[in-house]
C-alpha cells in the first residue's frame, strides 16, 4: 500500500498500475539512478565497488529464495544448489564449447531452472518439514555429490576451475575489473527487479502468493497448485543460475566451495533480516548480511590494533585471543534482535519511514 | 565543556597521528579463526602476529617497520573475496598471506591480474605452476608431492618392514588404500589425483573415495565402507578435528588400517583428541612442531609469553610455528625487493624466485628454498611425522626428486 499526495487523482487504469506515479517519485528514481550508475562507481573507490558486488550477489542469490520462500511459501534449504547449477553450466559452455558469456548465463539460468524443478517435484506431494528435507537433499546431492565428484572432473582442471582473461565478455564489452562487473551487477538486479515485481502482480503471482497463504483453498478456486509451484521453483532457480553464473564474472573462478551448505542458510538469513514477502526485504537483508560483517571485521581490527584503544582498554587484545566469536556472536546477536524486536524485516520498518514522510505531518 | 572538547580533540588527535603513514611496509594475513579451519587457524594466526612483531622488533624491511593487516574470514569465499579487495583497495598492501586452498585458487586468477605476490597457507600442487599462477607461493612441501612421499615413507618403512604386515606380505597381497577427505573442499581434495598416481605406481589396489565433512563428528558408516573393503592404508586428507573423529571410529570399528594424514590434520592436538587410537598414525610436517627443539624456539617462546599471555605454552600447536614461517619468508622475500628498489607486487615475486637453498627456515625447521620462475614448488623434501607414545615426532625426511628424478618435472602444477 502507497499514499499519493493529496489531489493527485488517476484518470485511466495504466495511471493506476504504473510504478513511479508522481513527478517526485520519478524524481527520487532519477537520482537514484545517477547515484548507482554515475556518481557511486565513479567516486566510491573500488573496495567499496567490491563489497556492492558482493551487495548485488547477495541480491540477485536471495531473490530466487523470496520467490519461493515470501511469495510461494516453499521453504528452500538447497539454494546454493541451483547458483551452482547455473555457475557451472556457464563457465562449462564458455570453456568447453567456446558459447558466448551472456548466451552461457542464459543458458546456465535455464539449466537452474530445470534442475530446480526436479527438486520442486516433491512439493506436489510434501510440503512443511518434509519440503525443508528435499530441498536439503538437493543442495548435497547436486554440489557435494553431483558437481564435486562428476561436474568438476570435466576437462581435467581439477576442483576450481580458472576462467582466463579475456573469456568473459558481452559484445564489445570486456568484463575486465570490478567496475565492469558493477555495472553487470547493477544491470541485473534492475533487471531481477522488474521481472520478479511485474510476476508478482500478475496472475502468476496472485496465485503463488494464494498458495503460500491456503493451498488448499487456492486448490478449490481453480488454482492448479502444482502447476504453479513448479513454475515458481523454474523461476526461483532461473534466477539462481543467473545469479552464479554472475558471480564467475565477479571471481573468474569457480568451485564447489562457493556454494556450500552455508550459503543456502544465509540467503534464508537475508531475507529473514530483510522481510519475508518482500522484493525491498531482499534488498535490505543483503545490504545487512554483507556490510555488517563487514564493519564488524573493521572495527575489530580498529579495536584491537590502535595504540590508543588497547592503551585505554588493555583486554581488547583478547578479542584476538579468547574471544574469537565476537565478531561472529555479535552478528548473530543482531539476527536475533531483529527476529525478536522486528520480525517483519527490514522492508517493513523501510515501509513505516516512508509513509511517515509521505503523511507528515499527520502521520498518525 | 571545554574540558571534554579538550579531551575530545586530544583524542581525535592521538587517533588520527597513530595511523599517520611513516615508513612503513604494509601486509595483509587472511586467517580463518572461527569457520570450519579454525582448529589449525585460530593458532596461525597468534604465529603470524608474533612473529610480526618478532621481525618490526629486528628492525622490519631494511628499518622499515611492518604494518599488519589481519582479518578473519570465517572460512567463507564471498568474505575471502571482499577481505582481499580491502587489503587491496583499500589497505593497499604490498603482499598477502593468504589461507585456505578454495579461496586462494579462487582469488588466483585476480591476485594474477592485480600482480599481487600471495603466500598462502595452502600448499596446493596447483598453485606451484608460474605458467599458470605466476604471484602464488607456498611455505611448504606442496600437497601433492607430500601426499606422494608419505604413501611412499609407508610403502617402504611400515608395509615392508613391520611385522603387522608381514603375513600380508608374503602372501603377495597388494595394499589396498583409501581415501577419506571432504569431496566438496579444495584443499582436501587437491593432492587426490597425486596420491593416486602414486598409489598406482607402488602397486596398490585403491577404494572408493570416503566423504567426511571438515566438521564431521561421527565418520562410522565410512569406516565401515573401509573396512568391507579391507583398507590397509587411510589417507585423512582435512584437518585435524574431522581427522581425529575418523580415526577414533576407526579404532573402535577395529579398522586396523594404518592411517595417513595431510599436514593440516597432523599436530600436537591430534593424540590429544583421539588418544590411544592416534597411536601410530603418520603425518606431514610443515616444520618443527611447538614442542619440538628447534633453533629459533626462544624467540617463538619468548613472543608468544609477551604477546599472547592469555593462551597457555601447553595448548600452542606447530601452527604457531608455521606463521612464523609464513612471516620469515615473506620478510626476505621483502627485504630484497627493497634492496632492489622495487617493493611492489613485481619486485616481491622477482625476489622470492632469487630465493636458492635459502636457509632462513631452517631455523624453524623448514626447509632450504629454492624457488625459480619456472617453479614455484618450495622443496622436493617431505618430512613425515608419526605420533609415538602419544607424541608427534619426526620420522623421516624422504627427498622425492631424488627419488624420481625423471618424474619430477613433469609432476609441477600437478
Known amino acids: 500500500?502507497?499514499?499519493?499526495?493529496?489531489?493527485?487523482?488517476?484518470?485511466?487504469?495504466?495511471?493506476?498500475?504504473?510504478?513511479?506515479?508522481?513527478?517526485?517519485?520519478?524524481?527520487?528514481?532519477?537520482?537514484?539512478?545517477?547515484?548507482?550508475?554515475?556518481?557511486?562507481?565513479?567516486?566510491?573507490?573500488?573496495?567499496?565497488?567490491?563489497?556492492?558486488?558482493?551487495?548485488?550477489?547477495?541480491?540477485?542469490?536471495?531473490?530466487?529464495?523470496?520467490?519461493?520462500?515470501?511469495?510461494?511459501?516453499?521453504?528452500?534449504?538447497?539454494?546454493?544448489?541451483?547458483?551452482?547449477?547455473?555457475?557451472?553450466?556457464?563457465?562449462?559452455?564458455?570453456?568447453?564449447?567456446?558459447?558466448?558469456?551472456?548466451?552461457?548465463?542464459?543458458?546456465?539460468?535455464?539449466?537452474?531452472?530445470?534442475?530446480?524443478?526436479?527438486?520442486?517435484?516433491?512439493?506436489?506431494?510434501?510440503?512443511?518439514?518434509?519440503?525443508?528435507?528435499?530441498?536439503?537433499?538437493?543442495?548435497?546431492?547436486?554440489?557435494?555429490?553431483?558437481?564435486?565428484?562428476?561436474?568438476?572432473?570435466?576437462?581435467?582442471?581439477?576442483?576450481?576451475?580458472?576462467?582466463?582473461?579475456?573469456?568473459?565478455?558481452?559484445?564489445?564489452?570486456?568484463?575486465?575489473?570490478?567496475?565492469?562487473?558493477?555495472?553487470?551487477?547493477?544491470?541485473?538486479?534492475?533487471?531481477?527487479?522488474?521481472?520478479?515485481?511485474?510476476?508478482?502482480?500478475?496472475?502468476?503471482?496472485?496465485?503463488?502468493?494464494?498458495?503460500?497463504?491456503?493451498?488448499?483453498?487456492?486448490?478449490?478456486?481453480?488454482?492448479?497448485?502444482?502447476?504453479?509451484?513448479?513454475?515458481?521453483?523454474?523461476?526461483?532457480?532461473?534466477?539462481?543460475?543467473?545469479?552464479?553464473?554472475?558471480?564467475?564474472?565477479?571471481?573468474?573462478?569457480?568451485?564447489?566451495?562457493?556454494?556450500?551448505?552455508?550459503?543456502?542458510?544465509?540467503?534464508?538469513?537475508?531475507?529473514?533480516?530483510?522481510g519475508v514477502g518482500s522484493i525491498h526485504g531482499v534488498i535490505f537483508g543483503s545490504l545487512f548480511m554483507t556490510l555488517i560483517p563487514e564493519g564488524l571485521k573493521f572495527l575489530i581490527f580498529v579495536l584491537t590494533q590502535n595504540p590508543i584503544f588497547v592503551n585505554l582498554m588493555p583486554f581488547l587484545p583478547l578479542l584476538l585471543e579468547k574471544f574469537l566469536f565476537v565478531k561472529e556472536a555479535a552478528f548473530g546477536l543482531a539476527i536475533v534482535l531483529f527476529l525478536i524486536y522486528e520480525p517483519n524485516g527490514l522492508s517493513y520498518r523501510w515501509w513505516q519511514i516512508k509513509n511517515y514522510f509521505n503523511l507528515w505531518p499527520f502521520s498518525y | 565543556m571545554r574540558m571534554r572538547m579538550m579531551v575530545l580533540v586530544c583524542f581525535v588527535l592521538c587517533f588520527i597521528s597513530s595511523w599517520a603513514i611513516g615508513q612503513e611496509v604494509r601486509l595483509g594475513a587472511l586467517q580463518d579463526t572461527t569457520g570450519a579451519t579454525s582448529d589449525v587457524g585460530k593458532d596461525e594466526a597468534l604465529g603470524v602476529r608474533e612473529a610480526t612483531q618478532y621481525f618490526n622488533d629486528a628492525g622490519g624491511i631494511n628499518g622499515k617497520r611492518i604494518r599488519l593487516f589481519q582479518y578473519d574470514y570465517g572460512y567463507r569465499v564471498p568474505e575471502a573475496i571482499t577481505t582481499y579487495k580491502r587489503f587491496r583497495d583499500y589497505d593497499k598492501v604490498v603482499m598477502v598471506l593468504g589461507w585456505g586452498t578454495g579461496d586462494t585458487e579462487a582469488l588466483s586468477p585476480t591476485i594474477n591480474a592485480d600482480k599481487m605476490p600471495y603466500l598462502s597457507s595452502s600448499f596446493s600442487?596447483?598453485?606451484?605452476?608460474?605458467?599458470?599462477?605466476?604471484?602464488?607461493?607456498?611455505?611448504?612441501?606442496?600437497?601433492?608431492?607430500?601426499?606422494?612421499?608419505?604413501?611412499?615413507?609407508?610403502?617402504?618403512?611400515?608395509?615392508?618392514?613391520?611385522?603387522?604386515?608381514k603375513e600380508l606380505r608374503e602372501k603377495g597381497v597388494k595394499p589396498k588404500f583409501i581415501c577419506f577427505m571432504d569431496t566438496a573442499s579444495p584443499y582436501a581434495t587437491a593432492p587426490i589425483k597425486a596420491i593416486k598416481e602414486q598409489a598406482t605406481i607402488l602397486g596398490f589396489e585403491i577404494g572408493p573415495d570416503q566423504h567426511v565433512g571438515l566438521t564431521a563428528l561421527d565418520t562410522k558408516s565410512q569406516v565401515l565402507t573401509a573396512k568391507g573393503f579391507g583398507a590397509n592404508l587411510v589417507w585423512h586428507g582435512n584437518t585435524t578435528m574431522s581427522v581425529s573423529a575418523a580415526i577414533k571410529d576407526g579404532h573402535v570399528l577395529a579398522l586396523g588400517a594404518d592411517h595417513i594424514i595431510n599436514n593440516w590434520g597432523f599436530d600436537e592436538n591430534l593424540p590429544k583428541l583421539a588418544g590411544p587410537a592416534a597411536e601410530g598414525a603418520m603425518g606431514l610436517l610443515g616444520c618443527a612442531l611447538f614442542i619440538d627443539?628447534?633453533?629459533?624456539?626462544?624467540?617463538?617462546?619468548?613472543?608468544?609469553?609477551?604477546?599472547?599471555?592469555?593462551?597457555?605454552?601447553?595448548?600452542?600447536?606447530?601452527?604457531?610455528?608455521?606463521?612464523?614461517?609464513?612471516?620469515?619468508?615473506?620478510?626476505?622475500?621483502?627485504?630484497?625487493?627493497?634492496?632492489?628498489?622495487?617493493?611492489?607486487?613485481?619486485?616481491?615475486?622477482?625476489?622470492?624466485?632469487?630465493?636458492?637453498?635459502?636457509?632462513?627456515?631452517?631455523?624453524?625447521?623448514?626447509?632450504?628454498?629454492?624457488?625459480?620462475?619456472?617453479?614455484?614448488?618450495?622443496?622436493?623434501?617431505?618430512?613425515?611425522?608419526?605420533?609415538?607414545?602419544?607424541?608427534?615426532?619426526?620420522?623421516?625426511?624422504?627427498?622425492?626428486?631424488?627419488?624420481?628424478?625423471?618424474?619430477?618435472?613433469?609432476?609441477?602444477?600437478?
Open chain 1, 1 to 274: 500500500m502507497s499514499f499519493r499526495p493529496c489531489g493527485n487523482y488517476h484518470q485511466y487504469y495504466r495511471q493506476d498500475h504504473a510504478w513511479w506515479q508522481t513527478k517526485f517519485v520519478w524524481g527520487k528514481m532519477i537520482l537514484l539512478g545517477i547515484f548507482v550508475f554515475y556518481l557511486f562507481p565513479n567516486f566510491a573507490g573500488m573496495y567499496l565497488i567490491s563489497i556492492a558486488n558482493v551487495v548485488g550477489y547477495t541480491i540477485l542469490s536471495a531473490m530466487g529464495v523470496q520467490l519461493l520462500i515470501g511469495y510461494c511459501g516453499q521453504v528452500t534449504l538447497g539454494h546454493a544448489a541451483f547458483l551452482a547449477m547455473g555457475a557451472y553450466s556457464c563457465v562449462l559452455l564458455m570453456l568447453q564449447l567456446h558459447i558466448p558469456y551472456p548466451i552461457a548465463m542464459i543458458i546456465g539460468g535455464i539449466v537452474g531452472g530445470l534442475w530446480s524443478i526436479l527438486f520442486g517435484l516433491p512439493s506436489a506431494r510434501v510440503k512443511g518439514f518434509y519440503l525443508i528435507m528435499t530441498t536439503m537433499a538437493a543442495q548435497f546431492l547436486t554440489v557435494e555429490f553431483f558437481i564435486t565428484q562428476y561436474v568438476s572432473q570435466i576437462g581435467g582442471r581439477g576442483v576450481a576451475f580458472s576462467i582466463p582473461p579475456g573469456t568473459v565478455k558481452i559484445g564489445p564489452w570486456m568484463i575486465k575489473n570490478d567496475r565492469d562487473v558493477y555495472y553487470l551487477m547493477a544491470i541485473l538486479v534492475i533487471l531481477f527487479t522488474f521481472i520478479m515485481a511485474n510476476l508478482i502482480r500478475s496472475k502468476i503471482g496472485r496465485a503463488w502468493i494464494a498458495i503460500r497463504d491456503n493451498d488448499i483453498a487456492a486448490e478449490t478456486m481453480g488454482v492448479n497448485i502444482v502447476l504453479y509451484k513448479l513454475l515458481a521453483f523454474f523461476v526461483a532457480g532461473f534466477f539462481g543460475g543467473m545469479a552464479g553464473a554472475f558471480w564467475v564474472t565477479s571471481l573468474a573462478a569457480v568451485s564447489p566451495e562457493h556454494f556450500h551448505f552455508g550459503w543456502s542458510l544465509w540467503l534464508v538469513g537475508v531475507i529473514l533480516i530483510g
Open chain 2, 125 to 165: 600442487g596447483h598453485l606451484c605452476d608460474p605458467k599458470k599462477t605466476p604471484y602464488n607461493f607456498v611455505y611448504g612441501t606442496d600437497y601433492s608431492t607430500n601426499a606422494r612421499g608419505a604413501i611412499q615413507y609407508w610403502f617402504d618403512e611400515v608395509w615392508k618392514k613391520e611385522p603387522k604386515w
Open chain 2, 293 to 414: 627443539e628447534y633453533p629459533a624456539k626462544n624467540r617463538v617462546l619468548e613472543y608468544a609469553k609477551k604477546l599472547n599471555p592469555g593462551i597457555p605454552l601447553e595448548n600452542r600447536l606447530i601452527r604457531t610455528v608455521q606463521g612464523w614461517v609464513k612471516v620469515a619468508m615473506a620478510v626476505e622475500a621483502m627485504k630484497r625487493a627493497d634492496k632492489a628498489g622495487k617493493l611492489n607486487g613485481p619486485g616481491i615475486k622477482d625476489a622470492f624466485e632469487t630465493f636458492k637453498d635459502w636457509p632462513g627456515l631452517k631455523e624453524y625447521g623448514g626447509q632450504l628454498v629454492t624457488l625459480t620462475p619456472t617453479d614455484h614448488r618450495y622443496s622436493s623434501i617431505v618430512r613425515v611425522g608419526r605420533v609415538v607414545k602419544g607424541r608427534p615426532q619426526t620420522v623421516m625426511e624422504i627427498d622425492m626428486r631424488a627419488k624420481y628424478p625423471d618424474k619430477w618435472a613433469g609432476w609441477l602444477g600437478y
